[in-house]
């Protein structure tokens, strides 16, 4: 396997460390001719996906989740989420925009290709690669004529909000309770992963996220593939690059001369203690103890 590639040092603010952008900086090569079979690929690649952004991949650390008490991880575990959230993959910038490049979706069998080798993934193999289950509706991220007369905004504001948040305005993450806000983080960095308001809940994060407290089933299998039709479009960055890393291996594509970055980076949702009389909530820490963290839900760190 090649060398992983070096992400640079940069040079902005604490400020602009810490926004809310998710998109990875994996460094990307001029691609070898022989990636693509046809010269019309290669146009396509360089033209609309050579410079698309990849969404930071992120993977959940079953070793800290396993020793606490969060109400999410047995929903995600109901749902048989977590195999699939537990992905830990290095990924492989150029081969991932090839992927994208590629790819077409017909009737839920993904086909796309790289280094001239066709992948057809149909539901029985999505599912093997996945583990994602097609049970349930298939949610496209709007409420379904299903779910209409039990649905309501108000209602589901309530359900994942604070006593104190406002049921009118713009909801933030601010303003949910503990258990909804981990679950909250974990659906918009891991299961529906986007690169910007991550602080904002937009409907389908309220729909989702109702859904799971309700213990309404979902169609993953389905929504997954759908949100990767989505990145098809102009400019949208590229979404899920540790299953198209899956995905390439399973296909036995040459990866041994590729570079790559490795996924070194975890996300650890923290156990938490509310401070007497404050709003202040206190997570603790990977090595013991509690510290105070004021609105950030989660601490990011480094791998052995």
Same mark, same amino acid.
């Given at each position: 396997?090649?060398?992983?590639?070096?992400?640079?040092?940069?040079?902005?603010?604490?400020?602009?460390?810490?926004?809310?952008?998710?998109?990875?900086?994996?460094?990307?090569?001029?691609?070898?001719?022989?990636?693509?079979?046809?010269?019309?690929?290669?146009?396509?690649?360089?033209?609309?996906?050579?410079?698309?952004?990849?969404?930071?991949?992120?993977?959940?650390?079953?070793?800290?989740?396993?020793?606490?008490?969060?109400?999410?991880?047995?929903?995600?575990?109901?749902?048989?989420?977590?195999?699939?959230?537990?992905?830990?993959?290095?990924?492989?910038?150029?081969?991932?925009?090839?992927?994208?490049?590629?790819?077409?979706?017909?009737?839920?069998?993904?086909?796309?290709?790289?280094?001239?080798?066709?992948?057809?993934?149909?539901?029985?193999?999505?599912?093997?690669?996945?583990?994602?289950?097609?049970?349930?509706?298939?949610?496209?991220?709007?409420?379904?004529?299903?779910?209409?007369?039990?649905?309501?905004?108000?209602?589901?504001?309530?359900l994942v909000c604070t006593n104190q948040a406002d049921m009118t305005g713009r909801l933030l993450v601010g303003s949910l309770a503990f258990e909804s806000r981990?679950?909250?983080?974990?659906?918009?960095?891991?299961?529906?992963?986007?690169?910007?308001?991550?602080?904002?809940?937009?409907?389908?994060?309220?729909?989702?996220?109702?859904?799971?407290?309700?213990?309404?089933?979902?169609?993953?299998?389905?929504?997954?593939?759908?949100?990767?039709?989505?990145?098809?479009?102009?400019?949208?960055?590229?979404?899920?690059?540790?299953?198209?890393?899956?995905?390439?291996?399973?296909?036995?594509?040459?990866?041994?001369?590729?570079?790559?970055?490795?996924? /070194?980076? !975890? @996300? $650890?949702? &923290? #156990? =938490?203690? *509310? +401070?007497?009389?404050?709003?202040?909530?206190?997570?603790?820490?990977? /090595?013991? !103890? @509690? $510290?105070? &963290? #004021? =609105?950030? *839900? +989660?601490?990011?760190?480094?791998?052995?």
């Amino acid at each position: 396997m090649a060398k992983p590639s070096k992400k640079q040092k940069g040079t902005s603010s604490r400020s602009q460390r810490h926004s809310e952008t998710q998109e990875t900086s994996i460094p990307s090569s001029i691609p070898s001719a022989s990636l693509f079979s046809f010269e019309e690929q290669r146009i396509r690649y360089t033209n609309l996906f050579s410079s698309r952004s990849i969404i930071d991949p992120k993977f959940i650390d079953m070793d800290f989740f396993s020793n606490e008490s969060f109400e999410c991880i047995q929903a995600f575990e109901n749902s048989n989420l977590i195999p699939f959230m537990s992905l830990k993959l290095p990924v492989y910038s150029d081969l991932v925009k090839a992927f994208y490049s590629n790819l077409e979706i017909q009737e839920g069998t993904l086909i796309s290709e790289v280094y001239g080798i066709k992948m057809v993934i149909d539901q029985s193999l999505f599912y093997e690669l996945t583990q994602l289950s097609n049970e349930g509706v298939p949610f496209e991220g709007t409420l379904i004529d299903d779910w209409k007369y039990e649905f309501s905004v108000h209602d589901a504001r309530q359900l994942v909000c604070t006593n104190q948040a406002d049921m009118t305005g713009r909801l933030l993450v601010g303003s949910l309770a503990f258990e909804s806000r981990i679950l909250h983080y974990l659906i918009v960095c891991i299961l529906l992963p986007r690169s910007s308001n991550l602080a904002q809940v937009s409907e389908e994060d309220l729909i989702v996220m109702w859904t799971f407290h309700k213990g309404l089933q979902i169609d993953w299998e389905h929504l997954v593939r759908y949100r990767m039709h989505k990145a098809l479009r102009l400019n949208a960055p590229l979404p899920y690059p540790h299953l198209v890393t899956l995905s390439l291996q399973h296909f036995n594509i040459p990866l041994d001369s590729e570079p790559y970055v490795p996924i /070194k980076r !975890g @996300y $650890i949702s &923290c #156990g =938490s203690i *509310l +401070v007497e009389g404050t709003s202040t909530w206190l997570f603790k820490e990977n /090595k013991g !103890g @509690y $510290i105070p &963290c #004021g =609105s950030l *839900l +989660v601490k990011r760190f480094l791998e052995g």
